[in-house]
């Protein structure tokens, strides 16, 4: 059973950084590397959205214009293991971060993790 696990959030103060870390076990015979791997996130009321993804050829993609230049997203496929470093974090930032393996980046279909809340305080 495919699972993936988010690690990494917290509570913080505005300006600070965060590395969220998402570990894929149970892949019976697939990788990280033939999905699109990607972070969404959530707050109360609102739908998920997409924040960064990388396709299956290995091209960054940002959804967000106002992450552009703070945030990045990264992989280990040898490790099944994707990473979102966060620099110079906002109120706004505030949510549960979802990582998921997609098959197409921005998609909702394929594997999630549960979340990992991240706390920005101003």
């Known amino acids: 059973q495919v699972q993936l696990v988010e690690s990494g959030g917290g509570s913080v103060q505005a300006g600070a950084s965060l590395k969220l870390s998402c570990v894929g076990t149970g892949f019976p015979e697939f990788t990280f590397a033939d999905f699109c791997t990607g972070w969404f996130r959530q707050v109360p009321g609102k739908d998920r959205e997409p924040v960064a993804c990388?396709?299956?050829?290995?091209?960054?993609?940002y959804f967000l214009e106002s992450v552009k230049g703070r945030f990045l997203i990264s992989r280990e496929n040898a490790k099944n293991t994707m990473y979102l470093q966060m620099h110079g974090l906002r109120r706004e930032d505030s949510a549960v971060y979802y990582c998921?393996?997609?098959?197409?980046?921005?998609?909702?279909?394929?594997?999630w993790g549960r979340g990992t809340q991240v706390t920005v305080a101003e």
């Open positions: 998921a393996l997609t098959n197409r980046c921005g998609g909702r279909s394929g594997y």
């Open positions: 990388i396709n299956v050829p290995g091209e960054e993609i």
